[in-house]
């Protein structure tokens, strides 16, 4: 059974850090592509960031450019998302998604790529 366990999310002022980790168990990590999306009320759900099987691509949404940096260890079964200069705009659901289907040079930006997703973990920043 796959599970995506994600954690590290709470309440933090505006400009503060939050690292967010994923940990993977029931597949084999080294072989799926990593994404890091968030869901506002009322929102879509988007990519923030993804990273390939090697870790050595790299994808940002342009809203958190400069911000957030995304980072996996094989060896551990973890992705990871540490979030800088946090904004209040940046509230939101945060989940972990894994994708087996696409190449590792082909990071996919749309939620219906991925097959696997965690629960999600609830970041807030307040002003």
């Known amino acids: 059974q796959v599970q995506l366990v994600e954690s590290g999310g709470g309440l933090v002022q505006a400009g503060g850090s939050l690292r967010l980790s994923c940990t993977a168990s029931g597949l084999t990590f080294s072989t799926y592509n990593m994404g890091w999306f968030r869901q506002a009320p009322g929102t879509e759900r988007e990519l923030v960031a993804a990273i390939n099987r090697s870790g050595t691509r790299r994808y940002y949404a342009d809203s958190v450019k400069g911000r957030f940096t995304i980072s996996r260890d094989n060896a551990k079964n973890t992705v990871y998302l540490q979030m800088n200069s946090l904004k209040p705009e940046d509230t939101a659901v945060y989940y972990c998604?894994?994708?087996?289907?696409?190449?590792?040079?082909?990071?996919?930006?749309?939620?219906?790529?991925?097959?696997?997703w965690g629960q999600g973990t609830q970041v807030t920043v307040s002003s």
């Open positions: 998604a894994a994708d087996f289907r696409y190449p590792d040079y082909d990071l996919r930006y749309t939620s219906g790529a991925y097959e696997h």
